[in-house]
Structure formats: C-alpha cells, structure tokens
C-alpha cells in the first residue's frame, strides 16, 4: 500500500509541476513592468486606467486595466531593430500615450498615407499597403529621449497601426511603427481612449 501511494504522490508531482511552473511564469510576466511604473513616478505622470505595453524581444503587445493583466497579443515592431533617432526606421523606447486615434469605424483593411484614406487591401494596387485599419498615434512623454529634438517620437510619425502583410504579425517587420493583427487592433482602438499610456521596451 505504501508503495502505490507513493507511486500516485509521485505522478501527481510530475503532472502538477510543469503546471505550477508555467503559472509562475505567467505571473513573473504578466504584470505592468516596475520600471515603467518607476518611470511614471519620476516624470510624475498618474497611471491611467489602461495601460499598453510592449515586449520588443518577445513581438508582444499586453494591455492592462486596473494595474492587472488583460490579454496579450502578437505584434511586429522594426526591422530595423530599437532607436529614438529620427530617420533611423527603429522602434522607440520608453513611456508614451496614444495622443492621437485615426480611422474610427472604417473597414478593416482601410489604406491610410499621411493618414489619409486612399484605398483598401482588397484592391490589387494595395494589397501589401502599408498602414491599414487604424492609427494610434503616439507621443512620447520623455524629455530629450522620445520627446523634443531628433528623438521626437510623434514628429517620427510612429503609431500602432494594421498592416497589408498581415502574415508577419510576431516578427520584426515594420519600419519603426507598432504591427497589430486588424482585429486586435481594431478591439483596442475601440476600447482605449486618447491619452492611454504606452510603455516600449527591450524586455
């Protein structure tokens, strides 16, 4: 009798463990990133009810409401790899806001240029358009780092936008812009308002 107890102790301890593992995992990782709350405190900016970040190295997307997590979603971020620099074609890093939404209750797959409608990806000239969907367009609110100069992130025109090639969604693809999926995209536009704080980093 020992010996079946001891057997099933141990099954029960190999099927739990990988579960108890990943559980920890997901909470290790599914929390607002300390250094962007670090970082709202030092510029003294108040943590809004939603909160995006971005994980460049994983190619994800986590929204948070009431500092706790929501739902993850793949993204694409630079080819080109991180940088603040104007012209450069890479990701910024650091703490934003949405200061601008383009593109409310157009199709999904809408072309914008100079966020603009020009057309639709089921037109054979757009087909692999750019920007598509919708446009969040974002501001940097670091001094000296994604705000002002040549490292001005609005005047660099970066947003979370759609994209014609939906089929590089999870890897670097952009030329500095944030990728989503159409309908992610358009979920989150819907849900977030202007002002939503953004948080991109490296990990």
Known sequence: MTGRLLILWMS??????????????????????EACLARCGRLKI???????????????????????????YPCSTSRFGIGQKEDSNCTPLGLHRIAEKIGAG????????????????AQPEFADAKITTRILWLEGLEPGFNLGGDVDTHDRYIYIHGT?????IGRPASHGC?????????SLFDLLPSGTLVWIAEK
């Open 12 to 33: 029960a301890a190999v099927l739990l463990t990988p579960g108890c593992a990943s559980f920890r995992f997901m909470n290790a990782n599914h929390k607002i990133p």
């Open 46 to 72: 108040e943590p809004t009810k939603f909160i995006l970040t971005v994980n460049i190295s994983h190619q994800t997307v986590s929204l948070f409401k009431d500092n706790k997590f929501v739902k993850q």
């Open 106 to 121: 157009e199709p999904a797959g809408t072309v914008f240029k100079a966020r603009e409608i020009v057309g639709h990806t």
């Open 164 to 168: 014609g090639d939906q089929a590089s």
């Open 178 to 186: 944030i990728h989503l999926a159409d309908a992610d995209l358009i």
